[in-house]
Nanobody, 121 residues
């Protein structure tokens, strides 16, 4: 019913930048919060940044000042601008969105398939 597709991952040197994109499609009535998460090898998945449909944002402490989350409500999309990347940012990055598929439905969290970000020299 609803699909989230991420793009923009890749290999970057320490100190470099990447911009991740995530587009939601399908049966979408409304979207509330959208978020980015990441999972490094051998670690739990962690929340990186969130943004509400009003544009309020929140970040994990270790990405504050380096990452910026934004969204385009008309395009049902969320973005993550990552600057000053460090090797410890290496992970698979996932987007998520709380989506209502109809006027009488509840919000359900959907996930993308993930995109790999590798920070290495």
């Amino acid at each position: 019913q609803v699909q989230l597709v991420e793009s923009g991952g890749g290999l970057v040197q320490p100190g470099g930048s990447l911009r991740l994109s995530c587009a939601a499609s399908g049966r979408i009535f409304s979207i509330n919060a959208m978020a980015w998460h990441r999972q490094a090898p051998g670690k739990e998945r962690e929340l990186v940044a969130t943004i509400t449909n009003d544009g309020y944002t929140n970040y994990a402490d270790d990405v504050k000042g380096r990452f910026t989350v934004s969204r385009d409500n008309a395009e049902n999309s969320v973005y993550l601008q990552m600057n000053g990347l460090k090797p410890e940012d290496t992970a698979v990055y996932y987007c998520s969105a709380g989506v209502r598929t109809g006027v009488q439905s509840y919000y359900f969290q959907y996930w993308g398939q993930g995109t790999q970000v590798t920070v290495s020299s």
